[in-house]
């Protein structure tokens, strides 16, 4: 049963502390995609990768968040320093933008 | 501004009716209208997605009808069921992809 993995599922930290979250997509899957999901803001787009090359970031403050994929079975996203703005629900997902694309169970990130 | 708007953002249907919810696009540069199913502490799932060379597309009680010239699309769910309420994603893809804001389906046994 191929699904997206996600870790952690829970983080609660402090302002100013990093915070990485980590995503192993489906097997032979070439796209990858980070989402934030808020109340205020739904679901966006941070960044998704193709082949493990970034192809738009343009979603992600890019000052404090960074989005790597170092190999095709990890993706990940770090917020450094984290601010209590970024609490959300952080999703992965993997497939295509024209296609179907699953999503992982999430992260929920909550900074005090 | 926003790709995608969606609406409403909260509707109750009673057992066995119809549940429609809408979402507008402006830019023709979409050729990929997916629909989205979320429950409470999950990831969104597809549920059913078209494009823009058909105006209808029905996958058992989930029927999506297309309208390319007034950029409209729409989800029909038909016979409604309890299991059906969760949230509702409309989303248009091109070179980007933008979902809708949800519709958070309540049906009522």
């Known amino acids: 049963d191929a699904r997206v993995t996600q870790t952690p599922r829970h983080k609660v930290t402090e302002m100013g502390q990093e915070v990485t979250m980590r995503c192993q997509p489906i097997?032979?899957?070439?796209?990858v995609f980070w989402y934030r999901q808020t109340m205020m803001q739904g679901l966006e787009l941070l960044a998704y990768?193709?082949?493990?090359?970034?192809?738009?970031d343009s979603g992600m403050p890019k000052d404090r968040f960074s989005a790597e994929m170092p190999d095709a079975t990890l993706a990940t996203l770090k917020i450094q320093p984290s601010e209590p703005r970024d609490s959300a629900v952080y999703f992965c997902?993997?497939?295509?933008?024209?296609?179907?694309?699953?999503f992982g169970p999430g992260t929920r990130l909550l900074v005090l | 501004q926003q790709q995608v708007k969606q609406s409403p953002q909260s509707l109750i249907v009673q057992k066995g009716g119809i549940s429609i919810i809408n979402c507008a696009y402006e830019?023709?540069?979409?050729?990929?209208f997916p629909w989205y199913q979320q429950f409470p502490g999950k990831g969104p799932a597809l549920l059913i997605a078209?494009?823009?060379?058909?105006s209808e597309k029905k996958e058992g009680r989930f029927t999506i009808s297309f309208n390319k010239s007034a950029k409209q699309f729409s989800l029909h769910i038909m016979d409604s069921q309890p299991g059906d309420s969760a949230t509702y994603f409309c989303?248009?893809?091109?070179?980007?992809?933008?979902f809708g804001t949800g519709t958070s389906l309540t049906v009522i046994p």
């Open positions: 989303a248009a893809s091109g070179n980007q992809f933008y």
């Open positions: 830019n023709t540069a979409f050729d990929y």
């Open positions: 997902a993997s497939g295509s933008l024209d296609e179907t694309q699953y």
């Open positions: 097997l032979g899957h070439n796209t």
């Open positions: 990768f193709r082949n493990r090359a970034p192809l738009d």
């Open positions: 078209i494009r823009p060379d058909v």
